[in-house]
């Protein structure tokens, strides 16, 4: 799983490594949790993405010692009355802080969601055994955009300088 790196101004704008311009907010605390043996999918707290906003970056630093080194991954998402319109990706803590990006691609339909983190059942077991699991969350939201000018495919069926559709020929071997 890659994660995106982002520079902490207000409203900036950088290119990815993938030439695709990226602008976003800064970021604001979410929460900060110890978990439990007992935490399943964790509602680490309430979070409003900037209109018209089609990705949620979010920041987990691991709050509590890293070694001996027990931890896995957990589920991170951000989840709408609609469920989670912008993905879940795998998110292992880190002392230094990792960003992680939730996207598809396009805007939820609510802009007002929970940031979850679902920690894995290894990361459970050390809890049990003595070693808590701290985390700090922090979320910045924004646009990705196309930035590209050459006629490209980008995440549809469209070409993206011209916006017209690809004809789709379907094949018959038998």
Known sequence: MSSQSLQSEPNSSSRGGDGRELRFTDWSTVGERTFTP????????S????QD????WTRITLLSP????????GIL?????????????????EVDSEVFRLGVGRPPSE???LLTFEPR??????????????????????VTGGGSSDPVVVNSFVR???GSGLQLVQVDFS
């Open 111 to 113: 802009r007002s969601g």
């Open 53 to 56: 906003a089609d990705t949620l």
């Open 47 to 50: 979070f409003v993405m900037d």
């Open 77 to 93: 998402g951000f989840k709408t009355s609609n469920g989670y319109e912008l993905g879940s990706v795998k998110a292992y803590p």
């Open 121 to 142: 059942s290894f990361n459970l077991a050390w809890i049990r055994n003595g070693y808590p699991m701290a985390l700090k969350f922090e979320c910045a939201s924004g």
């Open 160 to 162: 993206s300088t011209d």
């Open 38 to 45: 007992d935490d399943l999918n964790e509602v680490v707290g």
């Open 66 to 73: 890293a070694t001996p080194w027990p931890w896995s991954y």
